[in-house]
């Protein structure tokens, strides 16, 4: 069973825009929730990441909104630029147990 | 050198071939990763190697073993594997907090893998 699921898959936005990427738990013991950056030929590298209880998180052009309720929460890129394109994964984890999600590909065209 | 560093970055390797995967952390961590990256599927974990004990995921092939020898280096020996190995093997360091329930694990630092194709 998929402990986290990430949609979209595959996403393409006009530079300026905002990307929008969802993720959802099930488990209410994760306590601990970042999401990953990765570009081509690197390997992920933490973008920013929320603890429930806030709603929400931001840093720059990156937010987290977290809804504790639903069990959900995403990830918005503001201002989407060239440069935000990358594969996203959301995780969500407690004490060393760490689950990611699929992953989005995200594409910002000039 | 800083932060996590793997090689080779990439490996073609022959199904009867033995090879070895090296990763170095340089963050002074107490625990280190292998995952593995297949397209479209979760990053799955291989092996753990925290507070020098060892603990694996038991849907890992023995063609794949791990070896630990300090808590800044890891190696991850192959042998005859098949073509459905290919993928991208990361390596990744975090520093495990103690707290009254157990050990938490805040974050990774991931290298940039090697890219590894068996034919």
């Known amino acids: 069973q998929q402990q986290v699921k990430q949609s979209p898959q595959s996403l393409i936005v006009q530079k300026g825009g905002i990307s929008i990427i969802n993720c959802a738990y099930e488990?209410?013991?994760?306590?601990?929730f970042p999401w990953y950056q990765q570009f081509p030929g690197k390997g992920p590298a933490l973008l920013i990441a929320?603890?429930?209880?806030?709603s929400e998180k931001k840093e720059g052009r990156f937010t987290i909104s977290f809804n504790k309720s639903a069990k959900q929460f995403s990830l918005h890129i503001m201002d989407s630029q060239p440069g935000d394109s990358a594969t996203y994964f959301c995780?969500?984890?407690?004490?060393?147990?760490?689950?990611f999600g699929t992953g989005t590909s995200l594409t910002v065209i000039p | 050198e800083t932060g996590v560093t793997q090689t080779p970055r990439h490996l073609v390797m022959g199904m009867t071939n033995k090879k070895s995967l090296k990763c170095e952390q340089h963050?002074?961590?107490?625990?280190m990763y292998w995952y593995k990256q297949s397209a479209k599927k979760p990053l799955e974990l291989m092996f753990v190697?925290?507070?020098?004990?060892?603990?694996e995921n038991n849907s890992v092939p023995s063609r794949f073993s791990p070896e630990c020898p300090n808590s800044s280096h890891l190696f991850l020996h192959l042998h005859t594997l098949q073509p459905e190995d290919s993928a991208l093997y990361l390596c990744?360091?975090?520093?495990?907090?103690?707290?009254?329930?157990?050990?938490?694990?805040?974050?990774?630092?991931f290298g940039s893998g090697t890219r590894l194709t068996v034919v």
């Open positions: 990744a360091s975090s520093q495990l907090q103690h707290w009254d329930r157990g050990y938490s694990n805040y974050g990774y630092t």
């Open positions: 488990n209410t013991a994760f306590d601990y």
């Open positions: 929320i603890r429930p209880d806030v």
């Open positions: 995780a969500a984890t407690y004490g060393n147990q760490f689950y």
């Open positions: 963050l002074g961590h107490n625990a």
């Open positions: 190697y925290s507070l020098e004990e060892r603990v």
